[in-house]
């Protein structure tokens, strides 16, 4: 079972995550894998920014915040009207990691300094955090919950800081030995999600939503009956309940579809988080924490469930930007292609979509809009007065939106419809892709037109909550 950040943001949050394992342990044998605090994370991350370009008194203050949020929940597991041995050694182990967590701000602030491998360990407190506090709350309702750290359950990645890949053996081997023999004892393993090792013993994190990754890993190492992602929505819907309100839970979603939507999620889910899971056949659930008798959402090995509909699910990636390398002799000149994606690769941009007109004098990428500066000035370096690119140029407001189902594959016209639908509301089509798969067509608008495209292609396959009978 994988706790979000939602689904952990306060102490009664916890102690509501810590009733579901509860209820759930009879019975069963159960690992725990756990999320930051609700948006730790994206503080985390703020809070090296603000150090990193010697913003001392902002940083301080969210520094502050983040303290006051972890002790205000340690507070009401390790209160004086408990002598719970745990819960005196939590009060200890929180302010220990919050001190370092201190002064490996004031180390970022004084140097100036973050790199990939420095942030990583910044964005370790979250979840390091997090663990001890969920595995008090635990404790307390009798449970032989241990808390692990991603590396002591025995998670090793490469070296890629900031989206670092687990190593599948070694760490295979290393969860069922080390969290096997607890399981078998009737104990409960808690772990950090999104964070791990490389070799050389150094933090590394999965990339954002890695929690979901973890889970689905030590749940295929341990040839788990199931994964449960507890998380704060009802389970994967036909869109994001944020942007359509009548957006409804899908009660079954193949491994395929689920992968186009997480990576097409945004939020939802780590795009490689399925992979374990899905390599070895182990559903996965999706469900809300806060109505935990809801079934949620099944995601499983099992590709025949279309419902009849051809398309299921309309997501969006926001935050976006595309670049474009053009040039009047890039056309037939080989190995251009393959420079601009080395290029990026080295510079760790990540390739979000790709379109190259048949004329081949441009090509385009999408990327993360924070990647977007990065990205053209190593292009242009690499690239530029080689005679083939002649400019680089970028557009930094835009957003994906795809359309997801398997029941699209060799179903003739999907791509008309989206397209008229989208033309109707006089929405500008910027960039186009569909994956071999078929099971999405996305495509690129302007960010201010996303949430109104979403809408109105939901309505076109008449998704929502009014036509769920049809
Ligand atoms: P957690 O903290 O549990 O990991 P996330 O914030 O990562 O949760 O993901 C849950 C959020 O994903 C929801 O609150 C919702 O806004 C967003 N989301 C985006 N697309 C979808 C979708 N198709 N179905 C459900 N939720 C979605
Ligand atoms: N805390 C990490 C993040 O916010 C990992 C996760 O929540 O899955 O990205
Ligand atoms: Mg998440």
Redesign the pocket.
Known sequence: MKF????LADATAIKNAAAIVEQFHKGNRIAVVA?AMNDTTDHLIKLGELAQKGQLWEAKNLLSRIQAAHLNATKSFAGTKTNHLASKELLGKVNALLSSLERSVEGIGQLRELTLRSRDYLLSFGERLSVPILTTALAQKGLKAQAFTGSDAGIVTDNNFGEAKPLAEISTHQIQQRLGPLLEAGGLPVVTGFIAQNTDGNTTTLGR?G??YTASLIGAALKADEVWIW???D????????VVKD?VTLSNVSFGEALE?SYF????MHPRALQPAARHKIPVRIRNSSKPTFEGTLVSADQSMNNGKVAK?I?IIKDVGIITISGASMMGAPGVAAKIFQTLGINGVNVVMISQGSSEATISCVIARKDVDRAVRSLQLSLMGQGDVEKVTEEKDACVIAVVGSGMKGSPGVAARVFTAVAKKNVNVRMIAQGTSEYNISFVVSDVDGPETVRALHDEFQLGSKNQSS
């Open positions: 979000g950040g939602t689904s999320s939503g929690s979901d998380t704060d929505v389970g994967l819907m036909t869109a994001d309940p944020h957006a939507l999620g945004a939020k939802m699910a997501s």
